[in-house]
């Protein structure tokens, strides 16, 4: 019998940070401020994440410079630092020095990522940016659609991880959803040939997650919102640990 090992899960703390925003974006050295993503990715890792991910984006929406650097301090995993590549950012992932990036595409006017990175059209721009990240010994992966040409250019930049957009499939349903799901077996499949980790994201939860299990060396799922969504009747601890125990085959 083949023994799978688990999924790997990383916990994306973002939403724990738009909560906080909501109340005190413009009072945030209030005594009340709440509630602390650092808190919440404490209990995660309790509960079995074996990473955090925070995505600092330009306009600070929910995660703030500091909490990057907090993050760092205080967990005993490892940090993933989602970011559009922007020299501001950049510059910042290069001072707090997290295990990873994941690199995004990122535009002010969207309410989350929507769609991967394209890495064919911005090939020169993350060809500097791989470069600084590889010489400080952060390990960068792209997110990325699952296509054929992005994991062939993913491939050609010498990224060692992608991670594949989840987003068409978690909104898809029928048959739209089955075709979305052989497009992430085919692109994890093509991945791990070209010697690349295969990670994958967004959109997931707890029951649209048993599917993408079956992704070929699938290694990581980064997973959210709908672990923040679950917290708020479980707990933070509580709501990591069912999604850990889901990710087992
Ligand atoms: N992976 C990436 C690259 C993302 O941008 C996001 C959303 O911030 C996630 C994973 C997590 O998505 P969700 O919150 O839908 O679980």
């Known amino acids: 019998m083949t023994v799978w090992p688990a999924i790997e899960l990383g916990v994306n703390i973002d939403h724990v940070a738009t909560v906080r925003q909501a109340r005190y974006a413009k009072n945030s050295s209030s005594i009340n401020v709440e509630p602390d993503p650092v808190e919440a990715a404490?209990?995660?890792?309790?509960?079995?994440?074996?990473?955090?991910?925070?995505?600092?984006?330009?306009d600070r929406r929910h995660v703030v410079d500091s909490d990057i650097f907090r993050l760092k301090e205080a967990i005993g995993t490892k940090l993933n630092l989602e970011m559009g590549n922007s020299p501001e950012i950049v510059a910042i992932a290069l001072k707090v020095l997290p295990a990873d990036v994941c690199l995004v595409p990122e535009s002010r006017e969207e309410v989350t990522t929507e769609g991967g990175l394209d890495c064919i059209s911005h090939r020169a721009a993350l060809e500097p940016t791989l470069k600084s990240m590889r010489d400080a010994g952060i390990r960068v992966s792209l997110f990325i659609d699952p296509d054929p040409d992005q994991i062939a250019t993913a491939a050609s930049l010498g990224a060692p991880v992608v991670e594949l957009h989840?987003?068409?499939?978690?909104?898809?349903?029928?048959?739209?959803?089955?075709?979305?799901?052989?497009?992430?077996?085919?692109?994890?499949?093509?991945?791990?040939?070209?010697?690349?980790?295969?990670?994958?994201?967004?959109?997931?939860?707890?029951?649209?997650?048993?599917?993408?299990?079956?992704?070929?060396k699938l290694v990581e799922l980064n997973i959210g919102h709908s672990i923040v969504s679950r917290s708020i009747f479980v707990g933070f601890e509580q709501a990591t640990r069912e999604m850990v125990e889901c990710l087992r085959f």
């Open 166 to 216: 989840t987003g068409a499939y978690a909104e898809a349903s029928g048959v739209a959803r089955d075709e979305e799901l052989a497009r992430l077996m085919e692109a994890a499949r093509l991945a791990s040939e070209a010697g690349i980790q295969v990670n994958a994201g967004h959109g997931l939860n707890y029951v649209n997650v048993q599917p993408i299990l079956t992704l070929p």
């Open 42 to 58: 404490l209990a995660a890792e309790r509960g079995g994440a074996i990473g955090i991910t925070a995505h600092l984006r330009q």
